[in-house]
């Protein structure tokens, strides 16, 4: 993953970089256990390209779901891989599954 996607490693972290962040947040919902790793690496390139192009405007997090299980209830994520727009701290859109480049792009220019 680029420098520009952080990577919180439990709940509190998790809670710590999103208060932190100014502006608009994609949490990135991964996960690995084996039925998802495929799809999670795919979005893995595709949540990076977005971090880079929108690094100006977004803030990019991505968070294990199995180690972050607060974060990911709190959320409503229910599967690997999801993306979720936070705005104000506020979820502004949501996606759920491989998407790719222009599905993610899309998603995010409807509500940046």
Excluded: N
């Excluded at 608009?24 to 880079?52: H, N, Q």
């Excluded at 803030?59 to 974060?71: G, H, L, N, Y």
């Amino acid at each position: 993953m680029p420098r520009r996607v952080h990577q919180p490693l439990e709940d509190q972290e998790v809670d710590f970089v999103l208060r932190a962040v100014d502006g608009p947040v994609l949490a990135y919902f991964s996960g690995t256990w084996p039925k998802a790793i495929e799809a999670c690496r795919a979005m893995d390139l595709v949540v990076g390209l977005i971090a880079e192009e929108h690094a100006d405007a977004l803030t990019a997090v991505k968070i294990d779901i199995t180690r972050c299980p607060e974060a990911t209830k709190r959320y409503g994520v229910t599967g690997a891989p999801s993306v979720v727009l936070l705005k104000e701290g506020e979820v502004a859109a949501r996606g759920a599954g491989p998407m790719t480049h222009a599905e993610l792009r899309d998603l995010l220019t409807a509500h940046l």
